[in-house]
């Protein structure tokens, strides 16, 4: 296979690269268990796991300014959920951070990581992005702002910091 290094094949976005940018973001997350995230798989075994082990869940949870559900909406955080540990409740959560907002609509970063509940904090790796944040990569910080098992109920504090062009 040949390798093309010539500007004409290379696509018009990469000819426009300029100098990276560092970008840092912060919003919260809003999940409802039953609203903006359902149970679309299970193990057999995982009702009698202690850790849910098995569980996989779709989200689509709204992205706001603030804490509050009803803060300026910045877009959809839009991905699954999986009980994926055997030793402790833990979520592995690959997702898109789908921004609607004025400034960044249409733009992507995609995010994946793993959170055990116990944890207050946890880092996700930015694996890329779209739009404004074309070839973004950075690490995402999250931190339970608000959770209840009840309702199903939780809201996470996002800080991102990122590289992109």
């Known amino acids: 296979m040949a ?3 010539s500007p004409k094949g290379v696509g018009e976005w990469a000819m426009n690269l300029r100098q990276e940018k560092l970008s840092k973001l912060h919003f919260f997350c809003h999940h409802l268990h039953g609203t903006t995230a359902v149970t679309i798989a299970k193990a057999a075994t995982t009702d ?9 869940d779709t989200r689509d949870d709204p992205v706001t300014v603030g804490p509050e559900r ?3 909406r ?16 833990s979520s592995f959560d690959p997702f898109t951070f789908v921004f609607t907002n004025e400034e960044f609509n249409g733009s992507t970063l995609a995010v994946m990581g793993s959170c055990p509940l116990s944890s207050r ?9 779209s739009g404004v944040f074309r ?30 062009y």
């Open 3 to 5: 390798i093309d290094q």
């Open 48 to 56: 009698a796991s202690p850790t849910l082990f098995g569980l996989l």
């Open 70 to 72: 009803s803060s300026e």
């Open 74 to 89: 910045l877009g959809y955080a839009q991905g699954i959920s999986a009980a994926a540990s055997l030793q402790e409740i």
């Open 121 to 129: 904090s946890c880092e996700a790796a930015v694996l890329g992005g």
């Open 135 to 164: 070839l973004a990569r950075g690490v995402a910080t999250t931190k339970v702002y608000y959770l209840n098992f009840t309702t199903g109920a939780a809201s996470v504090e996002i800080d991102i910091v990122l590289l992109h």
